[in-house]
């Protein structure tokens, strides 16, 4: 039973979610910002198992981003909204939140790269601070 539903912009993608995270933050890092053009991406944590793909398709594209561990972010193959960020080595799909159909149930409690963030950005203090937050 799905506890989230959400879609792309278009709403060719359609998808549902069926476990709660347990790991809710806001990525700071440069990659995150530059591929969704914003200071932050909206990390829903879940294990891949507990994403399901209900219509559409996803575009894969996969890289390193210099960590020595690939990650593949997934796109709408329409609109090109980003849905989520996979990494099969660490067991874990980080799902944009902010494509929830009801994005009240995201909770952020982790800022990581907090460093990376830009200068006009303020992190939130109360945020668990992981990578090279300060």
């Known amino acids: 039973m799905a506890i989230i539903s959400g879609a ?7 998808y549902e979610l069926l476990r709660e995270s347990q790991m809710q933050g806001l990525c700071y890092c440069t990659d ?3 591929v969704g053009g914003s200071a932050h991406w909206t990390s829903y944590a879940v294990a891949p198992a507990d994403f399901r793909l209900l219509e559409g398709k996803l575009t894969p594209y996969t890289y390193d981003p210099g960590s020595g561990r ?4 997934h ?3 329409t609109c090109g909204t980003q849905i989520m960020v996979q990494s099969d080595e660490l067991g874990v799909a980080s799902v944009n939140a902010m494509t929830f159909d009801d994005a009240t149930q995201f909770t ?3 800022a990581y790269f907090g460093g990376s963030a830009p200068r006009w950005c303020e992190v939130d203090p109360r945020l668990t601070a992981f990578g090279d937050a300060e």
């Open 8 to 14: 792309c912009f278009c709403t060719a993608v359609k």
């Open 32 to 34: 995150c910002q530059r």
């Open 70 to 73: 690939e990650v593949t972010r």
């Open 75 to 77: 796109f709408c193959a």
């Open 108 to 110: 952020p409690q982790i």
